[in-house]
Structure formats: C-alpha cells, structure tokens
C-alpha cells in the first residue's frame, strides 16, 4: 500500500501463531511450512507429547493443529495462546471502528492497486476470480474479494475486545461507484493469444502489459508448437494466408474476390483486436438463408477468444442497444454478433461509439451508476439483403455470400466451427504470422486512406495486398460512394424544389398549395411527408429546418429573411451570408 495508515496493520515475518508463541517464550522449533512444540491441551504428568501446527496457506487461511495423542482441534489451541480464530490469518488487518469512510475508501484503492488480479477500464474496476474469468466489479465482488484479501475487524464494547466483522456496506457502495481508483492499472484490451508488437515481433508473454495496457490471459503452452523461431519471409506469410484461404474458407460461396480478401482481413482483425485501437465492424450479408453467413460469423468468433459467445438479436432501439452493447462488452468474450439482422444495420449512435471510441459507457441496468467498458472487441453483424446505414457506412465493411439454388442442401466438407475450436491456437498463429511478415518486411503499401483505422490498416488490410489479394475494404468505399440511402432521397427533394423553383423563394405552404410535378411529390412521398395524400405540414417543416444550411452533394437550402422562406442554391464554400 502507497500510504501507511494507523488503522492497518500487514503481517510480519511470523504469522501470528509464531509471533505469539514468541511471546509467551514457548519453546518450539520451525520451519517454512509448519511448528512443532509440545502439546499445551494435553493433561498429562508424562513426559510433553509433540504436535505439529501447520502454518496457513492460501488454500487453508487458518493453519491445522494436530497432536499425536489429544484430539485437539485449532480452535482450542488457538485460544490456549490468548488467539481468536480470526487472528492466525496471515493477512492484512483493518480496523474499521471510529475510522473515517475516505480514509477506510484510501486504504481499500491502495490495496486494489497492489493486487495482480485487479484492473480498472476507465472508472470501472475489473477482477480476475478463481475461475480465471474477467469481471466487473461489482458491490458483491468487492466485498468477496475484500474478505479474501484482508482481515476485517471491529471492536465489541460489549465484550470489550476485538472481533471479526464484514467490509462495511457505505465503503463498498463509496469504493465501487467511484469515479477515480487512483493507480489500479488500467487496461484497454484483453489478449486471448499471443500479440504482435508493432515492430513485428511476438509477445509470448502472459499477465500484463503496462506500454501497451493489455492484459494477456492465455495457456501459453497451447501456442508453443506454432511459434516460429526465424524472422518471417514474404513466403511463410504466403502460405499462412493460403491455409486459411483454402483450408478453412474453402466452402464459403463467396458473391467476388474482395469479399474473400474482406473474410480474411475479419479473420487477422479477431486474431490482432486486442493491440488494434479501432476496427470496422464486419457485416456478412447473404442473398439467401442457410447460405453461411451464420457459419462465417461463429468462425470469425472462434478466432476472436477460446471462451463460450452467444448472437444477440438487433436491439430496436438505440436504448436497447446501448442496454446490449454494456453488457455485452462487460463479459470481456473478445466478440459481439448481432445475428441474422433484418432489413437495415441502423446506425445507433451507441453501436457508433463503440466502433470509434476506446471507451462506451452506459447506465448500469437497475442502477443509477454509469459503467464504462473497453470497446475493443470483434465486432460482427448477419443478415440477408442487408446493407448499414447513416454513419456505419464508414465503420462498417460489408462481405457478401452470394449461395447457389437450394442452399440448404449445401454441406461444409467438416465442421469448421468445430475445427477451428479444437485447433483455434495454430489457426490464431498463421494469422498473426501473416501481419508479423508484414511488419517485419517494412515495404511500403499504398492504398486509399481511411481515417480513423490507420492501425487497423497496417495489421488487417496491407498484409492481404502486399500478398496480391485485393483491398478488403473496398466495398466499403463503394458504400461512401454510393451514400446513405436517407441523403440521396433528400438530394432529389433539393434538386425537384430548385427545378420547380429556380433560385426563388418558397415557404411550406407553397408547397402544400402549389401544384408539383411528379418528381417532386415523389420525393416527398419518398421521405414519408405525404399521409393519406396530403402533405404533412408539420412534418415538411421540421425537415425543411432540419437540413438547412447544410449541404447536400453540392446543393444547399438556404434559409432567409423571416426564417420560414427558403431558397435552393448551389453550395459555394466562404459564401455565408
């Protein structure tokens, strides 16, 4: 702990037993794991019988007591030496009686900072538990590890001595709802396998990792086999890539070349995630069912982490899916599949975030605290006849399955959700590999630059044209090309006002009094201003205000004089009036 404070008190050299066996003069001989001394509960006038007092461990906090002759048990040697059994842990022990609530708060985030098992994302703190799993800390798991990790203790005026209590609830509820853990280390990813560092090299190492801010958690013995022992060539990477092209993709009815290539930038971008800041979320679209697109998502998963994941069906609403994406993201599983999506990916400012930022926060449900969570995941999306909208255009990156007639008689030549299961370790080393090659080689590769995933780039794109695959991400500067299907149809309404209009006036009660042509009424059918054939005028108002001022692919609605007149103009830039 940082700060020495008077009401805890760390064990010595000696556990307690020894200290107090020294004390009453005992004589008795020691070594790392146990006591020997003459029995003190044996009444008897023949010559001492010797006992052993087993010293605690993490798995018997208290110690064993056993005499050769007596049946004695701990608890009554214990209190042959003056000892309460609460006292022979040899742990920490904080005295809670007449201590200030911020002092006690202070003693706590000093012992979270000290532990290896303790993390913090953002303001919300993490723990490792005896199962190895990765978890939010919450009230109960503090008070659990609290338990564990210290000797609580307050003092009975009753009994007029100290005695064995709980970590007090206002400090649990004060340590987990606040919003700085000051030195409690924090992480931003969490590595299943082992790493690529960014000079082409690989982190074999387990536990964490203060530059980068990862927590490895993996059995590295799972990966030894794999490891390669020379720099890599252009031809190792040459046949990692050709393995899980024709190994593992061999079955996919993939629509063209690029969605192949975009598969396999999904499959380095699960195996690379964990040192990757951003990453576009991969949408596998298909034109029929039971055409793979379920099968390819649960592959990508499998690459992404070794632990158990579930799809999630598409929240319909961005308050259901800010619901969603918390907790998902505070199972720390490595994947996020929203699967079988029907008719559009809605850009949800959350699911948005999550694509861009480091961190999401949200409310807790039930709660009123908000949790924050590393955002970096594997992001994946399934759906038929499916296409991502607004904003996801330039977060998303689509690959598309293109299935034959009767795709439900298709098979896979094996199980390859299954395989990829059993051999998930060699299948992650031939990704890694691939970005590894890359890195190491140090070519230059020019391609269109993508903001916001230079990283992701670097590790998951240039690999795969450096090799002579296509670029994986061009589908997703088609989508940018072509646009958000909710601007275009609000580009032609500009276009019909100003063919009506010219560059004169018009307010919306031209509009709903004049006569229109057929283009123009489409588009205001087309943005669903017209109810029952008539035009709703509040609902053209609020859209007219909405898009004024801004421009639309080189037109722009400008407002005038009294505020309710607008004009249809060319965008010109600096000429703001």
Known sequence: MSKNHWFVHHTGRDCAVVAQLKAKGVSFKEDLQKVVLACPLCQSDE?????VYTKPTVSNEYGTYKCSRCAGSLGQFLNSLGLK??????????????VPVHELAEAVNDLLASSAYVFRVGKTLYWINEEGAIIALG????????????????????????TATQPPNLLVKTVVNS?????????????RSPYVLSNGFLSMKPGFNANLKILAVFDLKNYLPFVWSERLTKEDALEALNFLNEEILRDFPFQEDIDRSAALSAFLTAANRSVIQRAPLFLVAANSMSSGKSVLCRLIGQIATPLPFAEASMPTSQIEMGKTLLSQLQNNN?????????????DYPALCTCLTQPLFE??????????????RVTFLASGNFIRPEGDLLRRVLTIQLAADEHPEQRRFYTDIVKYAEQHRP?????????????????ELISCRSLAGFEEWTERCRKPLIWLGFQDPATRLFVQLKYGDETVWKRYRLLKNLSQKYGDGIFTVKNLCTDSLSVELRDSLI????????????????????????????????????NRTEYRVTIFERGALE
């Open 139 to 162: 009230e109960s798991d503090l008070v659990l590890f609290l338990s564990r990790e210290c000797q609580w203790v307050k003092y009975d005026a009753r009994q007029k001595s100290y």
């Open 362 to 375: 949200h409310r807790q449900l039930h709660s009123n605290t908000m949790k924050q969570v590393s955002t």
């Open 85 to 98: 059994r609460f006292m022979a842990r040899n742990v920490t022990r904080i005295y809670v009686t007449d």
């Open 426 to 442: 060699e299948i992650v080393m031939k990704a890694v590999s691939i970005t590894a090659a890359f890195l190491q080689s140090g």
């Open 47 to 51: 010559s001492s019988v010797e006992a």
């Open 179 to 191: 919003a700085s853990h000051r030195g409690v280390k924090e992480i931003l990813g969490i590595a």
């Open 526 to 561: 087309d943005l669903e201003l017209v109810e029952q054939g008539q035009i709703n005028r509040v609902k053209l108002g609020r859209l007219l205000g909405l898009i004024a001022d801004y421009p639309i692919k080189g037109l722009i609605l400008k407002r005038v004089s």
């Open 334 to 346: 490595g994947v996020v599949i929203f699967d079988n999506v029907i008719d559009r990916l809605p």
